[in-house]
């Protein structure tokens, strides 16, 4: 069988010991759901001695509010609670959609949304046991020098795949962190860098505590569409989030993110601004999406051809936007025209 | 003396229960890495990090100096190779000199737990001299530099001729040739490979494996560990899935007896899902051209065929994959002139063997891509151009097959019928289509993998005083309900219940020699050995209860734990005083029975592979819902015939046929075996796609009965089979939904939007092979026909 | 790092067992090796096939990637407490007729998901039993019968027969 390292574990009662037992223990890891973390370490992608719980922080579970006060999402709380929450209809739909697309059941049950948002990126050169990592020379996220999917390039190229990431940038979320100088709060755009191994700017020892979405004040639509081979288990390989604010029935503001085609969620609401003032029509949308998939770089370091998923992008984004729009999601002209 | 046909069975034919059914749903069934034994220690392989490379130095000192290390060893501990087929004996439990592939075996410890285990082995030092890799048919046959083994990377290269193809073809009203490629993919059995060793201080070895043959396992363990197989017993634990996965032997299962012989204490090596991808033995990848000439009419009337496959790093079954390549083409379709060439390739993979078909399902998509292709061509539909080419039934095909029983044209007729083919395929909705294919199979090899004369199944049977029966059996139940065909035909002979049958299999002190769950042999070979004893253990019954009676034995008839008088059924005896009365008058009542098929092969040299006593048949209609803007697949809808000759268990023949389609609709759509780097691409479960329950069809199954005069009861084989016709299914029906051919499995979207691409250009609208590599196959061995052929 | 043993307890099938084991080994490995329950299969133990799964306070969840130090509060029941009181739970007697258990490795992961299903759905469609199965990988069966074996046991449990 695969096993785990020897590890140690503590299980702190509050979020402060749990910061204060990662700051002062060498080789100490955070562990939430454990459904990311712990394949890697049977794969022995991190140097972990020590495993801090947060399952023993119940506060850390709790989900507050709704969409018109404002909703605080505990960063505990499973994908299922999340994407079963009755608050996360409507406008905030996509981030629901995004936690019940997420990989299984079973991982539904056990992870959560604090460690899907901090999902660590994925690259099939680097999600491999340490046998065949060994076989390929490592590679430059661990262990090694050269990115194995871009040799002459300087940076790591691993790629973000949570699903929930990108929507909670195109819904404009904060994420609250606490550490030894206290809490700080900022926006989830901000809590990840365009790159695979240090991908966030969240500290090793700062604990996520929870999601905000600020109240719903206009009509606000979203979708989240997601690409993969199979209907369950797979990580993305393309993921669109787009989320409209509406007033009196044209696009007041427009945002939208890509997953899986970068080392972060790939921010394209500047390629959305046409939609600013307009009741967008399906030419409109599909315009808007022909240029808006070009920040999509996806490399050949996940399932099929990147190609491919680079030619999706476009397609996606105008069923993501048609959909947020009110219009049919598959209806869309953009999707007739795609050629290699 | 059993019930004849037309007679209402008790239990063949019903769908029951299976014997080892509640163990199952309950967690009962021990798996081998269920097994703990006092003391065991937990063996790991160190695996080489190089496809291809010289062995320099390897020192395992500071392994064996580790605290809670009991064990390491070196090839130099296994010198003897070995090898599932005789020709191909070249393999090493750990390797000496070289190693072939990312994963291939080079030392193993036995140690406290699997923590220390790792830790051992990261402390072997191992120095490598890297050679030159072959990761294809085409580097393997051009490249330079030291071969994987011997002198070049040509395993096996065969050509057989039947008849005049050439000849045949000039003559032919209208020819085309096809090419396509057939890419490897693997078992993914849901358990992965265990073994647990253990030497008792009488010198005695105990080996607990997953495997499908344990006969096979047990002949090799002699050899290796040079003991006489007299002091080895071999056990095969139930199969979590083997599909042709668990039918070689493996490094594992010698070091596991190895390591329990020099540390005196059980050892346990189970694989990790990696190893598994690393054992494999599965698919070859097939690179294929086939050429058909045919009359007006579509009346096939000669065809070409000429195949390569990579095969991995070492032989296992691949002579025998080489030819099945090559064999079954004309056991589906009356052809009056053939050629074979088929030729396998050493690369520096894991080693390819048999995945549930078994070398046929990539010829069989090339021929019924191919066929589709000329009935467009001719302007006949896809079902009608079969039915012109029809098997005849009780015939030899023109290489000597002998077919008995052949149900394809119900088969064709049922599924056209079902799916409303005729009507509708010419009319889908858009992105929709609806495709056809046929194909057929074994039951059971009829040649054994070492030449002997003995029997390839055995079964004994011994009667207790109170009617219940223990049944002794080598075969092993794989999931694929051996232990209920086994059980039920002899409760049915005897006119017991199901449950009155205790069954001990696959152990090699104890139960006769069954030559293993592969080749879909159980149901017919160890069926018929069932069957034998049954009807000698009834005879002394019959015998005894006659002499109880005051009647004649031809007058009783055995049902519901009773001997009785067929004409005046309220005689009779319980079946328990019958067995008392035998057993006072002549000790205790067994008997043994066994099953040999007969000698089929034709007079040629390499007429081993493809004979079997009897061929299934299967007909498929797949439909597809393709999206044209992504090239996405969808499949909402199978329709799936199968000659079964007699279902023994309804219920567990549909459960083999919907697992075939199942297996085959992810072999057509994501199934694949990539290399990267020289190694692997995603050696997971997660990377390595195979369908959950989103991506499963409805699924329409009809299960035609021809009752096969050979099989018992008339029963055929179902667990290969249904898998074939439906590969080639979905590539038609993705030609019928967007006019497009895709030439290469598995049918990936990036490959339907290349087509739809090329087609848009106006070029040809396929993906595919454009040639196949420069290759000299010897000159065919020119074989003589069947009479039957000759006036053809 | 030396291997020290920390004491677990666990409750199992709603018995309580204390062993004393080391704090990395996962949930699965604490069944299988520590209290002997090997019933509970796996496949991959990176949770990337679901053969390990149990229930978590009547949810699925993944053994290989629990562990038992986070769950010593909680209920979890295994294949071998599907059972109640030696009485098989009606999906158990489902699968065994309609053949939904072939090999019989997914088995014990496939029935304690359905069970999760029927308890908080009892009369699911053919989607949603193929929506809580998701999960779960078999290679054996093609998942025909086994959603058969659901709707049996659920027909069944409604009509007072479980």
Redesign the interface.
């Known amino acids: 069988?695969?096993?785990l390292?020897?590890l140690r574990y503590a299980r702190p009662a509050s979020v402060r010991e749990a910061v204060e037992t990662v700051a002062t223990q060498p080789g100490a890891m955070l562990l939430a759901g454990g459904t990311d973390l712990l394949p890697n370490l049977k794969r022995r992608q991190f140097d972990a001695t020590m495993l801090v719980s947060l399952g023993g922080i119940p506060e850390l579970r709790a989900i507050e509010g709704d969409d018109r006060s404002g909703l605080r999402i505990g960063a505990g709380a499973t994908l299922d609670q999340v994407a079963s929450h009755p608050a996360l209809t409507d406008g905030l739909r996509a981030l629901a959609q995004a936690c019940a697309d997420v990989s299984t059941p079973q991982i539904r049950m056990m992870g959560t949304i604090g460690g899907n948002l901090m999902v660590d990126p994925r690259c099939?050169y680097y999600n491999?046991?340490e046998?065949?990592r060994?076989?390929?020379g490592y590679c430059l996220k661990r262990d090694g020098d050269i990115c194995?999917v871009a040799r002459s390039s300087p940076r790591c190229w691993a790629i973000s795949s949570s699903d929930s990431a990108p929507v909670a940038v195109a819904l404009e979320a904060e994420v609250t962190l606490e550490g030894p100088s206290g809490a700080r709060r900022l926006r989830v755009s901000e809590l990840y860098r365009d790159d695979g191994i240090a991908y966030t700017t969240r500290r090793p020892e700062e604990v996520i505590t929870a999601l905000e979405l600020a109240p719903v004040d206009r009509r606000l639509t979203s979708a989240y569409w997601k690409l993969r081979?199979?209907?369950?288990?797979?990580?993305p390989i393309l993921g669109v989030a787009v989320a409209c604010w509406w007033e009196d029935g044209v696009v007041a503001r427009a945002r939208g993110a890509l997953g899986a085609v970068g080392s972060h969620p790939v921010d394209i609401s500047d390629y959305l601004s046409p939609l600013q003032g307009a009741r967008p029509d399906g030419d409109l949308i599909a315009s808007v999406a022909e240029r808006a998939d070009k920040p999509s770089r996806p490399l050949d370091n996940a399932?099929?051809?990147h190609?491919?998923r680079k030619?999706?992008t476009r397609?996606y984004i105008e069923r993501a936007l048609r959909q947020a729009c009110g219009l049919e999601p598959m209806a869309g002209l953009l999707?007739?025209q795609?050629?290699? | 003396m059993a019930p004849a046909d037309g007679e209402d069975f008790a239990i063949i034919g019903r769908?029951l229960?299976?014997p080892?059914?509640?163990?199952?749903?309950?967690?009962?069934?021990?798996?081998a890495?269920?097994l703990?034994l006092p003391r065991m220690l937990y063996g790991r392989l160190l695996?080489s990090?190089?496809p291809h490379a010289r062995i320099l130095s390897l020192d395992v000192s500071r392994a064996r100096a580790l605290p809670g290390v009991f064990a390491v060893l070196t090839g130099e501990d296994l010198p003897e190779k070995f090898g599932i087929l005789p020709v191909s004996q070249d393999e090493e439990a750990l390797a000496r000199e070289k190693v072939r592939y990312?994963g291939d075996p080079i030392a193993a410890v036995a140690a406290a737990d699997?923590?220390v285990a790792?830790e051992a082995l990261a402390l072997i030092e191992v120095r490598f001299e890297d050679l030159p890799r072959y990761m294809s048919i085409e580097e393997a046959i051009q490249g330079q530099g030291e071969p994987i083994h011997g002198r070049s990377n040509v395993h096996k290269a065969v050509a057989l001729e039947f008849g005049d193809t050439e000849a045949a073809l000039s003559q032919a009203a209208y020819q085309r040739e096809d090419m396509v490629f057939f890419e490897g993919n693997t078992?993914?059995?849901?358990?992965?490979h265990a073994a647990v060793g253990h030497y008792g201080q009488d010198g005695k070895l105990t080996l607990w494996s997953s495997t499908q043959t344990p006969h096979y396992v047990h002949r090799a363990l002699g050899k290796v560990l040079g003991l006489p197989m007299s002091r080895i017993r071999v056990i095969a634990t139930?199969?979590?899935?083997?599909?042709g996965g668990k039918s070689d032997i493996f490094s594992h299962e010698l070091v596991a007896a190895r390591l329990a012989m020099v540390t005196g204490r059980p050892v346990k090596i189970?694989l990790?899902?990696?190893e598994v991808f690393y054992a494999h033995r599965g698919r070859h990848p097939v690179l294929m051209k086939v050429r058909t000439g045919v009359d007006r009419d579509g009346r096939i009337a000669s065809m070409q065929f000429t195949t390569f496959l990579d095969g991995g790093a070492y032989g296992s079954y691949g002579v025998a994959s080489t030819y099945y390549t090559g064999a079954l083409q004309p056991a589906t379709y009356a052809i009056p002139a053939y050629r074979f060439e088929g030729v396998r390739l050493f690369t520096n993979k894991p080693p390819c063997g048999p995945k549930r078909g078994h070398g046929t399902p990539q010829p069989r998509f090339a021929l019924e891509v191919h066929m589709d292709r000329l009935a467009e061509d001719l302007g006949i539909d896809p079902v009608t151009l079969r039915l012109r080419n029809l098997p005849r039934a009780n015939s030899r095909t023109v290489n000597w097959l002998r077919i008995t029983s052949c149900g394809l044209k119900e088969c064709i007729e049922r599924v056209a019928e079902e799916s409303r083919f005729l009507a509708r395929w010419k009319s889908m909705p858009p992105g929709r289509g609806l495709g056809f294919a046929v194909s057929s199979y074994l039951s059971g090899a009829g040649t054994a993998i070492y030449w002997n004369d003995m029997p390839h199944s055995e079964v004994q049977l011994k009667l207790d005083r109170n009617g219940g029966v223990a049944l002794f059996c080598g075969a092993i139940d794989?999931?694929?309900?051996s232990d209920h065909v086994l059980a039920a035909i002899v409760a049915e002979v005897l006119g017991i219940a199901l449950e009155d049958v205790q069954l001990t299999t696959a152990d090699t002190d104890l139960t006769p020699i069954d030559l293993g769950s592969y080749s879909s042999r159980v149901t017919f070979m160890a069926g018929n050995a069932a069957r034998v004893a049954a009807e000698r253990v009834m005879a002394r019954l019959f015998a005894a209860a006659a002499r109880v009676m005051g009647c004649e034995p031809e007058e009783l008839r055995a049902r519901d734990r009773r001997i009785f008088r067929r004409e005046r059924q309220e005689e009779g005896i319980p079946f328990a005083q019958a067995v008392q009365a035998a057993e006072a008058e002549d000790g205790v009542v067994s008997a043994t029975g066994s099953y040999t098929p007969p000698r089929l092969a034709g007079p040629y040299k390499g007429s081993g592979v493809g004979p079997s006593p009897a061929y299934s048949y299967s007909a498929a209609v797949v439909e597809v819902d393709c999206d044209p803007?992504?090239?996405e697949v969808r499949v909402p809808e199978v329709w799936i015939a199968h000659d079964i000759g007699r279902a023994i268990?309804p219920?567990?023949v549909?459960?083999q046929v919907?697992?075939?389609?199942?297996?085959a609709l992810g072999e057509a759509l994501?199934e694949e075996q990539t290399f990267r780097?020289?190694?692997?691409?995603?050696?997971?479960?997660?990377?390595y796609?195979?369908?959950?329950?989103?991506?499963?069809p409805v699924?329409h199954t009809y299960l035609i009965e021809t009752i096969d005069p050979e099989g018992p009861f008339g029963a055929k084989e179902a667990g290969q089979g249904p898998l074939l016709p439906v590969i080639p299914a979905v590539a038609n029906a993705v030609h019928n939904a967007l006019g497009v051919r895709i030439d290469e499995i598995p049918i990936?979207?990036?490959r339907v939007?290349?087509a739809l691409?090329e087609k848009?250009r106006g070029h040809a609208p396929r993906v595919g092979p454009a040639a196949i590599p420069a290759f000299s196959f010897p000159p065919p061995i020119r074989a003589d026909v069947p009479d039957e052929w000759k006036a053809r | 790092m030396t291997?020290t043993r920390v004491p677990v307890r666990l409750r199992v099938n709603g018995e309580n067992y204390e062993v004393m084991t080391f704090p990395y080994k996962t949930l699965l490995e604490v069944l299988?090796?520590d209290l002997?329950l090997?019933?509970?299969?796996?496949?991959?133990?990176?949770g990337?096939?679901s053969?390990c799964g149990v229930l978590v306070d009547g949810k699925p969840f993944l053994s290989c990637l629990a562990l038992p130090l986070d769950l010593q509060e909680r209920a979890i029941t295994?294949?071998?407490g599907?059972?109640e009181a030696g009485r098989?739970h009606p999906l158990?007697?489902a699968?065994?007729?309609?053949?939904a258990?072939?090999?019989?490795?997914?088995?014990?992961a496939m029935?304690l998901t359905a069970r999760a299903l029927l308890d908080r759905d009892p009369s699911p469609t053919r989607e949603a039993?193929?929506?809580a199965?998701?999960?779960?990988?078999?290679?054996?069966?093609?998942?025909?019968?086994?959603?058969e074996a659901v709707e049996l046991a659920a027909l069944r449990m409604r009509d007072g027969a479980g």
């Open positions: 069988m695969l096993r390292p020897r099939n491999q046991t046998h065949w060994r076989a390929v194995l081979r199979r209907g369950s288990f797979d990580f399932d099929l051809s190609y491919w030619r999706m397609v999707s007739a795609v050629r290699s | 769908s229960t299976k080892d059914a509640m163990a199952k749903v309950s967690g009962q069934t021990r798996f890495d269920d703990a695996r990090p190089n990312v699997e923590w790792e078992h993914l059995p849901m358990e992965q139930p199969n979590g899935g083997g599909f189970t990790t899902r990696e794989i999931g694929q309900g803007r992504t090239g268990n219920v567990l549909e459960g919907e697992g075939s389609v199942y297996m994501m780097l020289g190694l692997h691409k995603f050696p997971s479960m997660l990377e796609k195979s369908p959950t329950t989103l991506e499963t699924m990936t979207p990036d939007l290349r691409a848009a | 291997a299988r090796e002997g090997t019933g509970t299969k796996h496949g991959c133990e990176l990337e096939c053969t295994t294949i071998e599907m059972a098989p158990q007697v699968f065994a007729e309609l053949g258990a072939q090999c019989g490795y997914c088995t014990p029935l039993i193929r929506q199965l998701s999960g779960v990988l078999c290679r054996c069966t093609g998942y025909v019968k086994i959603f």
